[in-house]
């Protein structure tokens, strides 16, 4: 399968501990995106990357949150001091060039944050 | 604030009749893009339409696009259980670094 995958598919972990995410784009893939979604919405941006950079970064990402992509291949994505609120879906996907390019989203990490 | 906003949120029909959906958003857009999502599952890509376009099918997909509202709807014909999902529009804004900006979906349940 030479989708995008995601690492791991469910994590709960109490209040306050670090988690990170793993992500691995289509290879061919340049630009890969982070996406977080709750229950009822829609996905919201996090940030992405083109490559080994980091161009756009949310507002909605604090301080605690910080993303990776060493080499422009796969992308970490780690959440320090977890709270309850960040409890959600967290959704990536890749994409070639970006611009009009359809995205192919990963099956998704579920965090639990008790 | 979210780009696109789907209507109806939910929308329940027998599986054979067709199922409209629609999407309206604020500022110019590139292009517009329809998306599904099967319960607790990531998004699969159904179809892109652009600024330029006014029509787009996609098998039993049908996509329109009305700049001068800006609004699009999707036409799912001849509906399926296997429909059963959520459909999310993600618009790309005009002179923007094309992140897409998703709505909050429309739930659709078709039964059998």
């Known amino acids: 399968d030479t989708g995008v995958s995601q690492n791991p598919r469910h994590k709960i972990t109490k209040r306050g501990q670090n988690v990170t995410f793993r992500c691995d784009p289509i290879?061919?893939?340049?630009?890969l995106y982070w996406y977080r979604q709750t229950l009822g919405q829609g996905p919201e941006f996090l940030t992405y990357f083109q490559n080994e950079a980091q161009l756009e970064k949310s507002r909605l990402l604090s301080d605690r949150f910080s993303a990776e992509r060493p080499k422009g291949s796969f992308s970490t994505l780690e959440i320090q001091r977890t709270e309850q609120g960040d409890s959600a879906m967290y959704l990536c996907?890749?994409?070639?060039?970006?611009?009009?390019?359809?995205?192919?989203f990963g099956p998704g990490t579920r965090l639990t944050v008790t | 604030s979210q780009q696109g906003e789907e209507d109806p949120q939910a929308l329940s029909i027998q599986e054979g009749e067709n199922a409209t959906m629609n999407c309206s958003y604020k500022?110019?857009?590139?292009?517009l893009q329809w998306y599904r999502q099967n319960s607790g599952r990531g998004l699969v890509h159904l179809i892109l339409?652009?600024?330029?376009?006014r029509e787009k099918h996609s098998g039993r997909l049908r996509v329109t696009l009305d700049t001068s509202k800006k609004s699009s709807s999707l036409l799912i014909t001849a509906s399926r259980a296997a429909d059963t999902a959520s459909y999310f529009c993600a618009t790309g804004m005009l002179g923007g670094s094309y992140i897409p900006t998703f709505g909050r979906g429309t739930s659709l349940i078709v039964h059998p």
């Open positions: 290879s061919e893939h340049n630009r």
């Open positions: 500022t110019s857009i590139n292009n």
């Open positions: 339409i652009r600024s330029n376009e």
């Open positions: 996907a890749s994409s070639f060039r970006g611009g009009l390019a359809e995205q192919y």
